[in-house]
């Protein structure tokens, strides 16, 4: 699959570690407090397809469950971003319940106190799960460090840059597995 990205198209900045994790489709949930849009249908991404941004900025081993913080490592390519995978959302849900969303701890990297604190940030307490189909790139995106991919925000649009996205990490019956495994959760 060819992208000729339009300049809608970004990339969502995450935590190294996830972004492995994502691509190698360990897992496909992330657990986000920003970058989510309220309309009058629901709760959206800003983008549906976007390409996975790796940050090594703010990774906490303490919020990483201990299984993945052999992920861990410093930025492989300093002055360079390297993006290696093409997400697409499959599902979002805003959850308001601090139990629902530690239920979902073993669906995804963070640890419980990780998932407590980003589901209180800034005295809101609610998260966003959004389940995520991954395409590794057939050759990973790499980019110049500037000035406008930098800085705390989750969004960055990246231009007219092309890339080629493989096969989904994780097929489609076991995606399914995981969405039903991800509502179950939800409604215990």
Same mark, same amino acid.
């Given at each position: 699959?060819?992208?000729?990205?339009?300049?809608?198209?970004?990339?969502?900045?995450?935590?190294?570690?996830?972004?492995?994790?994502?691509?190698?489709?360990?897992?496909?949930?992330? /657990?986000?407090?920003?970058?989510?849009?309220?309309?009058?249908?629901? =709760?959206?991404?800003?983008?549906?397809? =976007?390409?996975?941004?790796?940050? =090594?900025?703010?990774?906490?081993?303490?919020?990483?469950?201990?299984?993945?913080?052999? /992920? /861990?490592?410093?930025?492989?390519?300093?002055?360079?971003?390297?993006?290696?995978?093409?997400?697409?959302?499959?599902?979002?849900?805003?959850?308001?319940?601090?139990?629902?969303?530690?239920?979902?701890?073993?669906?995804?990297?963070?640890?419980?106190?990780?998932?407590?604190?980003? =589901?209180?940030?800034?005295?809101?307490?609610?998260?966003?799960?959004?389940?995520?189909?991954?395409?590794?790139?057939?050759?990973?995106?790499?980019?110049?460090?500037?000035?406008?991919?930098?800085?705390?925000?989750?969004?960055?649009?990246?231009?007219?840059?092309?890339?080629?996205?493989?096969?989904?990490?994780?097929?489609?019956?076991?995606?399914?597995?995981?969405?039903?495994?991800?509502?179950?959760?939800?409604?215990?």
């Amino acid at each position: 699959m060819t992208l000729s990205r339009p300049p809608a198209l970004s990339a969502l900045k995450e935590w190294d570690a996830q972004c492995q994790l994502l691509t190698l489709g360990r897992v496909s949930l992330l /657990l986000r407090k920003g970058g989510i849009l309220e309309t009058h249908d629901g =709760f959206e991404v800003e983008h549906r397809r =976007f390409l996975l941004y790796p940050t =090594f900025l703010h990774q906490n081993p303490q919020e990483l469950q201990p299984q993945y913080q052999p /992920l /861990l490592r410093p930025d492989p390519a300093p002055g360079q971003i390297v993006l290696p995978a093409l997400a697409e959302v499959v599902a979002v849900h805003k959850v308001e319940s601090l139990e629902a969303a530690l239920r979902l701890e073993p669906l995804q990297a963070l640890t419980a106190g990780a998932i407590e604190r980003r =589901f209180h940030y800034r005295n809101r307490p609610w998260i966003h799960a959004l389940l995520l189909r991954v395409r590794p790139l057939v050759t990973p995106l790499t980019l110049e460090e500037t000035p406008d991919l930098l800085g705390c925000v989750s969004w960055v649009p990246l231009g007219d840059a092309a890339a080629q996205a493989g096969v989904a990490a994780v097929g489609e019956a076991g995606l399914h597995d995981r969405q039903d495994e991800l509502e179950r959760l939800l409604t215990a």
